[in-house]
């Protein structure tokens, strides 16, 4: 993963990924970065190593937009973020990635990246570790502004983007 500079301020930009019947996916994606986020951790997951993985996340992304809403039964609680797949009790398979996210409401979740977790705390992993505190850094960052009101949701509790809205980290 890249290292992100703390000595100057990074600012993400949100951006959406996909709406299903009852949730929205959103992105962000690093002032400066190519890619957002979640498409980096799609890219670095393309192989077949990682396809059983990777279907179960589309899977229960997909069953959760069209289905059940972004219920927090249905996410891991990472601290100040949360991630995807739910755990086994639910999925009835294992999984050995994680994709970190910010569940919002029960209609808008935000995808960061995540990884292979290869220990049992994501924090011990060398792999998801940076992830797992991006992710907790960006969660506190967009609680920060729609705290303050720089984002809000509507009356559908969906996400209003606000055109060039920078949010710093």
Known sequence: MDQLNLKVNTFVILLPV??????TYYT?????????????????????EFKEDM???RSWMR???????????????ENHAHAIPPSIGLTKKGCGLRL?????????????DG???????????????PHFELANRLALAI?????????????????????NLKIAL
């Not at 996909?18 to 949730?23: A, E, G, H, M």
């Not at 937009?65 to 609680?77: H, L, N, P, V």
């Not at 996210?101 to 995808?111: D, S």
Request: charged share 30%; proline share 4%; with cysteine.
């Open 100 to 112: 970190y996210c910010l569940r919002v409401n029960h209609r808008v979740v935000i995808l960061f």
């Open 143 to 163: 609680w920060r502004v729609l705290d303050e009101g720089q984002l809000q949701t509507n009356e559908y509790d969906d996400l209003v983007l606000v055109p």
């Open 55 to 57: 279907d179960l996340i």
């Open 28 to 48: 962000v994606r690093v002032e400066h970065d190519d890619l957002p986020l979640f498409t980096k951790f799609i890219k670095r997951h393309a192989s077949p």
């Open 115 to 129: 990884g292979e977790k290869t220990s049992q705390r994501a924090q011990d992993c060398p792999i998801v570790a």
């Open 63 to 77: 069953n959760l937009g069209e289905k059940i809403g972004a219920s927090t039964d249905y996410f891991r609680q």
């Open 18 to 23: 996909t709406r299903f019947k009852r949730i």
